[in-house]
């Protein structure tokens, strides 16, 4: 089999940094923008923007605690393209965390 004769070859990913930022957030609703930003490759900046565009979208909320912030995500909101439209941004990020730090558990126990 041959190789990609193309030099991007190994430069695309399957994931946006508009998921990998939402996942992030999803593992600890508290990291600060500079931890996220270093756990996924990116500008501090470039986090700043994404969390603006996933709070306009409603994929998650903002709350100030103290000198922090705390992000809520909207597990029901469905994924942008239209050819995924039919699944909720929740299906996305259970793929991806394990399923007992998942933030639908989060809330189930706290109910309880």
Same mark, same amino acid.
């Given at each position: 089999?041959?190789?990609?004769?193309?030099?991007?070859?190994?430069?695309? #990913?399957?994931?946006?940094?508009?998921?990998?930022?939402?996942?992030?957030?999803?593992?600890?609703?508290?990291?600060?923008?500079?931890?996220?930003?270093?756990?996924?490759?990116?500008?501090?900046?470039? &986090?700043?923007?994404? &969390?603006?565009?996933?709070?306009?979208?409603?994929?998650?909320?903002?709350?100030?605690?103290?000198?922090?912030?705390?992000?809520?995500?909207?597990? #029901?909101?469905?994924?942008?393209?239209?050819?995924?439209?039919?699944?909720?941004?929740?299906?996305?990020?259970? #793929?991806?965390?394990?399923? !007992?730090? #998942?933030?639908?558990?989060?809330? !189930?126990?706290?109910?309880?």
């Amino acid at each position: 089999m041959s190789q990609p004769s193309s030099p991007r070859g190994d430069q695309w #990913t399957f994931l946006t940094n508009h998921a990998r930022v939402l996942i992030a957030l999803a593992r600890d609703p508290e990291a600060r923008g500079r931890d996220v930003a270093a756990a996924i490759g990116i500008t501090e900046r470039a &986090v700043q923007l994404i &969390v603006a565009d996933l709070e306009a979208a409603g994929y998650l909320t903002r709350e100030r605690v103290g000198r922090r912030n705390r992000y809520t995500i909207d597990l #029901t909101v469905a994924l942008r393209h239209p050819s995924e439209a039919d699944h909720p941004v929740g299906d996305l990020l259970a #793929t991806f965390l394990h399923r !007992e730090d #998942t933030p639908a558990d989060d809330r !189930e126990r706290a109910a309880s």
